[in-house]
């Protein structure tokens, strides 16, 4: 399917042509069009290419405007306003013919990149033996939409689950699982099985660490095991396979309630890099890269300073022989960009590991593992909030469990569905409870820039009004109804219509969606494209009570508005999907 042009688009490619026909020496010159509240569109750059050509800028509008007559199939209204802008108003039926082919193409209009990049993403990265919190929330629900935002723009995407598994705490659960060895017995199967297993390994992680800080033969034992994992000794290394095993089946059963995919083959954590970490260290020494500095090796930057004034370098190797989190993350960027190719590497992570990524990534540039044509990227996430503004904590001050956050949004949106539901069965609000809760709290973490703290603010999220995916939700399910009644009437477009206002807002906003998503993909902001998705939403609100559909003046109109009710639903839905969210057909 050859690309669908967007009617921005056309129109600005017309206004191009008609300024070159007037002033030739301008070339392939780019009118600026934007979208503006005075007529539909506004083309900002004939002033400047005036300027440059030392003409009068008002008199190159007015031959512009010659070149371009009012009143033909895509232009209605043209005229030159201030000190040389262009006000554009477009035919109505360039509206719904350019909304037809959009219609009838399965992408929505939306073109696949030509030269596709790959994209290594990192995101939804929990830690073994450990709860998941918000924070590992925000990571798994941006990166999510990236994924799913990039892939539909065409780029070939990698996913890498960077998950905490390796480091010196596992001495001492490994310790205790070998002198308690039934420690991490459960029932397995289950729904319950998730639960379980997490609830297991939350005793033996509390229970060995009062023993590490309590016992300091236990502690040595716990060290020389730290040894033997290193090693590589067989016993101990099965026992921490355990360990991640128990704690996948927890994650899972979390990334399930939050209605996502995620493939163990695209599981490698820290420990996938175990093998490289020596050569990394070497590599980097050698080159001079890093240096000795206190018996660990170490790379140093000019703008990278403590508190106390003296340079704090990224420690890549200990002086105890250990390897950090920067060892493994260098070695990761050798990975992505030798063996999987990237273009791009772009990490889903809390805007409080930015200075660890800044210098990780320059360490990788002087080492020459990034090269011009890689580009490295955090999408820096800010703190989920509790409703008093301060970092969200339980009463008794401990991390909130992600979990129970999500079985309370579902229990409220449920109670939201309930009160609105009219013909749903039981089940059925269970399910629709499940989506809308869950969509919920994507959609708020979503719906605002990522690098900003929010609040969780579960009655905000599920409320019916404002900008919440339960509002959106809502739009999509009354649209279905509405095609629903509307039985063996089907959409169509009916260029020939002239419209009313609201249904020209709702078309000329169904218009931008290639280029909303094109911003989101490209400037990794998911939240553009939660905007696009709201003010959609809010226009159809308009056009619905504004413009009766199974009661419009003709056959025709009829067909016509169920057209943009049709258009409208299935961008909600393609959008909706691509943040990870359901659009239930009833509610
Ligand atoms: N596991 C880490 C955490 O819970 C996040 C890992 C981020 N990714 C990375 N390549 N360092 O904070």
């Known amino acids: 399917m050859a690309s669908v042009h967007s009617l921005a688009s056309t129109v600005n ?52 405007v010659a070149g371009l007559p009012a ?83 065409g780029e070939k995407v990698v996913r890498r689950h960077h998950i905490g598994d390796w480091g010196t705490q596992f001495g001492m659960l490994i310790q205790y699982l070998t002198e308690h060895p039934h420690e991490l017995d459960h029932q397995h199967g289950g729904p319950e099985e998730g639960e379980a297993a997490m609830s297991s390994l939350n005793r033996l992680y509390k229970a060995s660490r009062a023993l590490f800080d309590s016992d300091e ?9 730290v040894v033997a994992l290193q ?34 083959e ?5 420990s996938g890099y175990n093998a490289m970490l020596e050569e990394t260290c070497r590599i980097l020494e050698d080159s001079g890269v890093a240096v000795r500095s206190d018996g660990a090796l170490c790379v140093f930057f000019d703008d990278v300073k403590g508190p106390d004034g003296k340079p704090s370098p990224l420690i890549v190797k200990k002086s105890n022989g250990g390897y950090g989190y920067a060892a493994t993350d260098l070695s990761a960027i050798r990975d992505r960009v030798q063996n999987l190719g990237a273009s791009t590497l772009l990490y889903v992570v809390d805007a409080r590991q930015s200075l660890h990524f800044k210098m990780v990534f320059e360490t990788a540039r002087r080492a020459g593992w990034l090269g011009d044509d890689v580009q490295a990227v955090q999408l820096a996430f800010g703190t989920v909030l509790g409703k008093d503004g301060k970092p969200f904590k339980t009463r008794e001050g401990e991390t909130v469990r992600l ?8 229990e409220r949106a449920s109670a939201v569905v309930r009160e609105k539901a009219q013909d749903l069965t039981e089940e059925e609000i269970a399910e629709r409870g499940t989506q809308v809760g869950i969509g919920a709290v994507k959609y708020a973490d979503l719906s605002t820039s990522a690098s900003r703290d929010y609040k969780f603010d579960l009655d905000q999220m599920v409320s019916l009004n404002g900008d919440t995916s339960v509002y959106l939700q809502y739009a999509y399910a009354r649209i ?35 280029e909303s998503l ?42 016509n508005r169920l057209f943009l009710c049709d258009l409208t639903a299935r961008t909600l839905h393609r959008g909706m999907a691509l943040l990870g969210i359901r659009t239930p057909e009833r509610l």
């Open 13 to 64: 490619q017309r206004v191009a042509d008609a300024l070159s026909a007037a002033l030739p020496e301008a070339g392939a010159a780019d009118p600026l069009l934007r979208r503006s509240d005075r007529a539909d569109f506004q083309a900002n750059g004939i002033l400047a290419l005036a300027k440059k050509a030392k003409a009068n800028p008002r008199e190159l509008a007015t031959r512009v």
């Open 71 to 153: 009143g033909s199939d895509l232009i209605k209204e043209i005229e030159v306003s201030g000190p040389g802008f262009l006000n554009i108003t477009v035919a109505d039926k360039a509206i719904i013919e350019t909304l037809a082919a959009r219609a009838a193409d399965d992408r929505l209009g939306v073109p696949a990149a030509e030269k596709p990049g790959t994209t290594v993403i990192d995101y939804a990265q929990p830690n073994v033996a450990k709860e998941m919190h918000v924070g590992h929330l925000r990571s798994a629900v941006i990166g999510a939409a990236m994924v799913e935002i990039l892939e539909f723009t």
């Open 217 to 225: 033969d236990f502690k040595a034992r716990s060290r020389d095991r």
């Open 231 to 264: 090693a590589g000794d067989p016993e101990t290394l099965a026992l921490w396979q355990r360990f991640v095993d128990e704690s996948k089946i927890y994650f899972y059963s979390v990334f399930d309630k939050l209605d996502m995919e995620i493939h163990d």
């Open 266 to 270: 695209d599981v490698v954590g820290e």
């Open 403 to 410: 979990v129970d956050l999500l079985d309370e949004a579902i």
């Open 480 to 514: 279905q109804s509405i095609l629903r009644k509307a039985g063996d009437v089907k959409p169509a477009a009916h260029p020939e219509l002239g419209l009313a206002d609201a249904e020209r807002a709702l078309g000329l906003h169904l218009d931008r969606f290639a």
């Open 518 to 559: 094109a911003e989101a993909a490209s400037a990794y902001e998911p939240h553009k494209l939660a905007a696009y998705l709201y003010q959609l939403a809010s226009h159809y609100t308009t056009f619905y009570s504004e413009c009766p559909v199974l009661k419009a003046e003709s056959p025709a109109q009829v067909e």
